[in-house]
């Protein structure tokens, strides 16, 4: 497939695309027009086919899309044709919720192992996955061929387990601690702030009630 450069905003929405295709194909839907799905998605029609064009445009041919080619060729787009070996440093809440979702082995990530600097946590397991002491785990990383990290530390620590990570072979950090990681080039990061997302949602409910009135819900003002 032709490489040239794509947009973060394409690439932000295949996922998506991967999610919807993969419940459409779990359905037993053979072919779907850019139509169809727009109505699903809730896109518009020219939008998808925009998108899809960055990829050579899948073959549209007759009536829709292939819908197992389509999810097949965006997983693959996505690596999801692929295994990531991951692992989590920091088994407290977040860390422990993560590695008890089974959904993410289903799309090739797969958790090894599990790392915490608390002697108390040591030893103990998390859905089957051993939590291991922090001295380990330049070793684990590099035996066992980890690709990902996933931090859910607090911010404190993050920039030097980062720094770890990246000397002994890590691709990619997952990264939850509220920190910018400053990473050499060719170490992917991804920063996920879910306060970030629940901003977005506070700024709809106002932006809402601004050009609704504010009757709808009432949430009430935050009391200082
Ligand atoms: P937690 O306190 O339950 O767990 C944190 C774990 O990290 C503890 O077991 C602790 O021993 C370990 N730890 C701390 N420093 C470490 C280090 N340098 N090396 C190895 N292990 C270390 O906290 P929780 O609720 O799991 O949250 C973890 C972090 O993730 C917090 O700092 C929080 O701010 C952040 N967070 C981020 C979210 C996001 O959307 N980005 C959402 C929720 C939490």
């Given at each position: ?5 794509i ?17 459409l ?100 397991e ?6 291991l ?10 035996e ?10 607090p911010k ?8 770890r ?42 932006r ?13 003002e935050?009391?200082?």
């Amino acid at each position: 497939m032709e490489t040239k450069l794509i947009s973060q905003a394409v690439i932000g929405r295949l996922p998506r695309y991967f999610r919807y295709l993969g419940d459409l194909k779990d359905a037993g839907v053979e072919r779907i027009s850019s139509q169809e799905l727009s109505e699903i998605m809730k896109v518009t029609a020219s939008q998808i086919r925009q998108d899809f064009n960055n990829f050579g445009g899948f073959g549209q041919q007759g009536y829709g899309y292939n819908v197992e080619y389509l999810y097949k060729e965006i997983g693959k787009i996505l690596g999801m044709d692929q295994v990531h070996n991951l692992v989590i440093i920091g088994a407290g809440n977040l860390g422990s919720a993560l590695a008890n979702y089974m959904n993410f082995e289903r799309r090739g990530f797969i958790f090894r192992g599990m790392f915490d600097k608390n002697p108390d946590l040591i030893g103990k397991e998390v859905r089957g996955i051993r939590i291991l002491p922090m001295e380990e785990l330049e070793r684990f990383v590099r035996e066992k061929d980890i690709d990902i990290a996933v931090l859910t530390i607090p911010k404190a620590g993050a920039v030097e387990v980062a720094e770890r990570l990246v000397q002994n072979g890590i691709r990619a950090i997952w990264n939850f601690a509220h920190v910018d990681l400053n990473v050499p080039k060719g170490i992917q990061v991804e920063n996920v702030h879910l306060s970030d997302s629940l901003m977005k949602l506070s700024y709809k409910i106002n932006r809402y009630m601004q050009e609704n009135g504010s009757t709808a819900g009432s949430a009430g003002e935050r009391k200082a």
